[in-house]
């Protein structure tokens, strides 16, 4: 049994990782979220070449080196941590060497194919803060078409053109210079809503030549900055969130608690009948009450009244009982509704194991001969200590009434039943009216009704079948014959102690023994 519960255990976390995994896998689906993205910005050009006065800060002195472009991206996004971009810029870049009194102007445009990684996405663990500020990295290359004129900074020859590229003779337009060049940036983007960030970029541009200011020393490849702010717009369904705005350990943070949730769901037990809440139907069960394997109150004869609370658990199909679960007897003659087929005997009257009047309270004589009281001796329970075995057989004192004087400890001859029944038949009447006598002869005897069945159902069944025999055996002499309840006693041996092992009505009966 334990092994089948594990079974059923394991099979059962088995299937709640795969729902969980095709949620997962639902819940990061790119169709689910806003994956195109556009922006326009623009921003400060610095340029780092031979011809510069500093390193990296602009000089404004003779020439201001602050130059400024603007920029356009498309940007697709693979993952929540991934994307790729496509960026144009158009712009102009300078430079100033006061030494040599030279100065150059770059007119720039550049076309670049870039990944962008998103830090905050690839580096989370665990459960993410919500935050509305996102962090990037670009890497990328391209191809830098531009047109370069260096000239002096003042004295007769300002202006004058040393050298060039991008420009025919003379300054005149020429087809411009091209060189590929590498490209690095980082940047932060602010969400302002569903559909718009702010972002602040640095893009560095490595060319792969030393062209760029007109001198060519060889030495160093000349570089470009671009310092930008950019607006950003989501384009796809209104109501989806961008997709490098999900963070997918949140995501599998959140699923694996709603996982863990139900895991404890297979162990929890609310109303502690033994079934887990996963499967209980009713988790508001009684305590101690017996459930089935859905959790639901046993009711074993289907009447409405949980095996716990009711006090007969054998009641027929269909028949009305009260709340303690015992059949309805309207007319009060001890047959119950469902078996009843005179449903309205005058209170008082004894009547058959069918509901039908045999003795009318008010009359003196049983309705049939064949029910009339004999006037047959009872016999002495040899097993009895109390017994003298040399004492006779007590005779009635007045044979009209077939009452006994006698105090002698008796047997009386058994009730039998018919199969899987607890009515009186007709035709023991007279035996239970023998008994009746010997009792109001002798208002200080009691005695015990013992319950026997055959071997036929269980032995449960038919302990509780045998009691319900001797209970309704006494119910019909406090009725019938008016003898107190408290000098009955009521007993089951069920099936052990069957009279023959081969004749079941014999078995199916009720004995009698006087206690005092």
């Not at 059923?8 to 976390?13: E, K, L, Y």
């Not at 060319?207 to 702010?229: F, G, Q, R, T, W």
């Not at 119950?336 to 009359?363: C, H, R, Y």
């Not at 408290?486 to 009966?509: C, F, P």
Request: hydrophobic share 35%; proline share 3%.
């Amino acid at each position: 049994m334990n092994k089948f519960k594990l079974i059923i255990a394991t099979a059962t976390v088995l299937a709640a990782a795969n729902v969980s995994k095709a949620q997962t896998t639902d819940a990061l689906s790119r169709k689910n979220f806003k994956t195109w993205s556009v922006t326009l910005g623009g921003g400060m050009i610095v340029a780092r070449a031979d011809v510069k006065q500093y390193d990296w800060y602009p000089a404004s002195t003779y020439n201001n080196e602050r130059r400024y472009g603007f920029y356009g991206a498309l940007t697709k996004s693979i993952t929540p941590a991934f994307a790729l971009q496509g960026q144009i810029m158009r712009g102009n870049a300078s430079g100033t060497d006061r030494v040599t009194s030279q100065y150059f102007d770059a007119d720039i445009w550049d076309f670049s194919l870039n990944a962008v990684i998103n830090i905050r996405n690839l580096l989370s663990q665990g459960a993410v803060k919500q935050s509305k500020f996102s962090y990037f990295a670009t890497v990328g290359g391209g191809i830098c078409q531009f047109k370069t004129k260096l000239k002096y900074l003042d004295g007769a020859l300002a202006d004058e053109t040393i050298n060039s590229y991008g420009y025919g003779e003379f300054g005149g337009p020429n087809k411009r210079t091209m060189e590929s060049f590498l490209n690095l940036g980082m940047g932060v983007k602010y969400n302002i809503n569903k559909d718009f960030d702010l972002g602040a970029d640095i893009f560095l541009r490595n060319l792969n030549s030393d062209k760029l200011d007109a001198v060519v020393n060889n030495n160093e490849n000349d570089k470009y900055m671009m310092l930008a702010l950019g607006l950003t717009y989501h384009v796809g369904k209104r109501n989806a969130k961008p997709y490098d705005r999900t963070e997918p350990t949140k995501v599998l943070y959140d699923q694996l608690l709603a996982m863990q949730s139900k895991l404890d769901s297979l162990t929890k037990d609310t109303d502690g009948d033994g079934v887990a809440d996963l499967y209980d139907k009713d988790n508001n069960t009684p305590p101690n009450a017996t459930v089935d394997t859905k959790g639901k109150v046993v009711d074993t004869d289907k009447d409405g009244v949980a095996d716990e609370m009711d006090k007969d658990v054998f009641s027929n199909k269909n028949a009305k009982v009260t709340p303690t679960g015992e059949e309805m007897d309207d007319d009060q003659d001890g047959i119950p509704n469902s078996k009843d087929l005179e449903p309205n005997t005058p209170l008082g009257n004894m009547v058959n194991f069918q509901g039908k009047t045999i003795v009318n309270k008010d009359a003196d004589e049983v309705k049939d001969d064949k029910f009339a009281f004999t006037n047959q001796p009872v016999i002495p329970d040899t097993k009895d200590p109390k017994v003298n075995m040399n004492t006779k057989a007590p005779a009635p004192t007045n044979r009209s009434t077939g009452s006994y004087s006698t105090s002698a400890v008796v047997n009386s001859v058994p009730v039998f039943f018919s199969l899987d029944n607890a009515a009186v038949s007709q035709k023991y009447i007279q035996n239970l009216a023998q008994i009746a006598m010997f009792m109001k002869a002798n208002p200080n005897a009691s005695i015990k009704l013992i319950g026997h069945t055959d071997a036929v159902a269980s032995e449960d069944y038919n302990y509780k079948l045998g009691l319900k025999r001797a209970q309704i055996v006494k119910e019909f002499m406090v009725r019938h014959f008016d003898i107190k309840a408290s000098r009955i006693i009521v007993d089951s041996k069920g099936e052990a102690e069957l009279l023959s092992k081969t004749i079941n009505q014999v078995n199916r009966r009720v004995e009698v023994q006087v206690v005092k």
